[in-house]
């Protein structure tokens, strides 16, 4: 193997891992999303997971960010807006990939 195809099986590798991590990060996040969604609405646990495994699952059906904050809005209401649910969602994205990259780290 040349050195170029060695740079390249690396390269693509770690673009394998990177995007693995986003994923994994992106789905807590969406736990991390119905625990305080279910949290404002004065939900229990079990309905918090519940409802966590739907967005997770809206998630992976649609792919995009607009399709989760769509959802969380439809299930809070008047609860909160777009604007602080977006905020929300970056708020707890960063707490979920601190989280991802300690524990690929142990």
């Known amino acids: 193997m040349t050195t170029f195809d060695e740079r390249e099986a690396a ?3 770690k673009f394998a891992h990177d995007e693995k991590m986003q994923f994994i990060a992106r789905m807590r996040r969406n736990r991390f999303m119905a625990v305080w969604a279910s949290a404002l609405k ?3 646990v079990e309905q918090a997971r ?11 059906q649609n ?3 607009d399709d989760v904050v769509e ?3 439809g299930y809070l209401g008047d609860l909160a807006d777009e604007t602080k649910i977006r905020e929300k969602m970056s708020e707890l994205l960063v ?3 601190e989280q991802v990259i300690a ?3 142990d």
């Open 11 to 13: 390269f693509e590798s």
């Open 42 to 44: 004065g939900e229990t």
């Open 50 to 60: 519940k409802y966590g495994q739907e967005l997770v699952h809206t998630d992976l």
């Open 63 to 65: 792919v995009s960010e």
């Open 71 to 73: 959802a969380v809005k």
């Open 95 to 97: 707490e979920a990939k």
């Open 103 to 105: 524990e690929a780290e």
